[in-house]
């Protein structure tokens, strides 16, 4: 075994990691009270609640994007397409968060569906709003989320940590008790994953009834091919959470877009250009950088 190297700088290492611990704590203080007031203003001012709402209620990983999919189909009759499930059915936890989330909300046509992972004492559904309320078992949603955050991170994380956290912050209880007694207020509809999987053609009846869409017999095929686990698979680009395209980009728009030299200097006004013009050339005279050195 390689000896272990001594323990260079103790004083110095621990005012650092208290410095370090105080400044994080204090970080998660702030953090905490932005979001709350970011969710405050999205909920009492921004979000101007209109009768015709639907909101989709979920613990993550319950189904969530299955059932976003299942009312937007529902409503377009099968016929619904966008570019990303986002546009028709937004997440409004993350609109609050967003410089543009009060456009985005108003300029949704109605009825509006709204996505939100919030407890019900924070989301404070209006009286008038319907709500579909989805629950999954909390072993498929742990494992669920577990999955999701390996996508999200981009790498395998270590499960066993994982689910130690997930049971340590209970929050999967947390959720289900602040919605549970609440599943049969008349304008809510639980729906459970479980029954999704087990018969979807009954449930997307009793969710068309629900909302007043009545399934018509002859939509019946499309509305559970859209809605079926194949073409979702199909068209995973479209629920991908790491694609968060909440407006419809231009055509042939990607990460690998255009590239070339001078697209940039096109695109700005004259205004632009010579603002730029002044700081970069402020920099090229201090660092003696010649015309095209970039
Ligand atoms: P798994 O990770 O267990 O596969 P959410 O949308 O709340 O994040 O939930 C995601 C879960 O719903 C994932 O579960 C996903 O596979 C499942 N799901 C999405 N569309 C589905 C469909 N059409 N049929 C069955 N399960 C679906």
Redesign the pocket.
């Known amino acids: 075994m390689a000896p272990r190297p001594p323990t260079s700088r103790p004083v110095l290492r621990a005012v650092l990691n208290a410095a370090v611990a105080f400044f994080l704590m204090q970080r998660g203080l702030l953090l905490l009270l932005l979001d709350t007031f970011r969710w405050l203003r999205l909920r009492y001012v921004w979000l101007k609640p209109r009768p015709t709402d639907i909101y989709i209620s979920?613990f993550?990983?319950?189904?969530?994007?299955?059932m976003q999919q299942i009312v937007y189909q529902l409503l377009t009759r099968g016929r619904g397409e966008y570019e990303h499930i986002l546009q028709v059915a937004p997440f409004v936890d993350m609109l609050a968060l967003m410089p543009n989330g009060e456009r985005l909300l108003d300029g949704l046509a109605e009825p509006r569906i709204l996505k939100t992972h919030l407890r019900y004492g924070a989301l404070r559904p209006p009286r008038n709003s319907r709500i579909i309320y989805v629950t999954r078992a909390a072993a498929?949603s742990i494992?669920?989320r577990f999955?999701?955050n390996c996508l999200m991170h981009g790498s395998q994380l270590d499960f066993d940590g994982f689910f130690r956290e997930q049971v340590g912050n209970n929050e999967w209880a947390k959720h289900l008790a602040s919605w549970w007694p609440h599943r049969n207020d008349p304008n809510v509809l639980h729906i459970r994953y479980a029954d999704l999987?087990a018969d979807r053609e009954t449930c997307l009846r009793r969710i068309g009834a629900f909302l007043g869409i009545p399934v018509a017999d002859e939509d019946l095929p499309l509305l559970m091919e859209k809605?079926?686990?194949e073409h979702?698979k199909q068209n995973d680009f479209r629920f991908d959470p790491r694609l968060t395209i909440y407006e419809p980009l231009a055509p042939g728009r990607g990460f690998v877009f255009k590239g070339g030299v001078g697209r940039g200097k096109q695109a700005l006004k004259p205004e632009q250009q010579a603002r730029l013009d002044a700081r970069v050339n402020t920099v090229r005279q201090k660092l003696g950088i010649t015309d095209d050195a970039f």
């Open positions: 979920t993550p990983k319950a189904g969530t994007t299955w498929d494992l669920s999955h999701h999987i809605t079926g686990f979702m």
